[in-house]
Nanobody, 122 residues
Framework: QVQLVESGGGSVQAGDTLRLSCAASGSAFSINPMAWYRQAPGKERERVAAISPGGSTIYADSVKGRFTISRDNNKKILYLQMKSLAPEDTAMYYC????????????????WGQGIQVTVSS
């Protein structure tokens, strides 16, 4: 099972940029679809972006054009570059590793990170 540890969160101003990282341990990283989810207070957890083992990506409509997901299979790190941040992006962000049959990590999550807070003030 993949162990996941997020880093790079914090408090920023609207319009700023942040990059989240998710370091994975375990040998299965390269075959796992990976994703970033987020959960704001009082809201359900939602998938923000996902990346297949081969590098294909999908994004939530709310972050298209602003967020970029990427992965380094050699270093076993998942990234989320977030630009033009807005207050509505404030949430706890979670890294997820999915079963290989769940190509875009839509819900068949094998491992979750502990989460990292991103707070955007106006």
């Amino acid at each position: 099972q993949v162990q996941l540890v997020e880093s790079g969160g914090g408090s920023v101003q609207a319009g700023d940029t942040l990059r989240l990282s998710c370091a994975a341990s375990g040998s299965a990283f390269s075959i796992n679809p990976m994703a970033w989810y987020r959960q704001a207070p009082g809201k359900e957890r939602e998938r923000v972006a996902a990346i297949s083992p081969g590098g294909s990506t999908i994004y939530a409509d709310s972050v298209k054009g602003r967020f970029t997901i990427s992965r380094d299979n050699n270093k076993k790190i998942l990234y989320l570059q977030m630009k033009s941040l807005a207050p509505e992006d404030t949430a706890m962000y979670y890294c997820a590793a999915c079963n290989p049959v769940d190509y875009y990590c839509a819900g068949y999550v094998n491992s979750w990170g502990q989460g990292i807070q991103v707070t955007v003030s106006s």
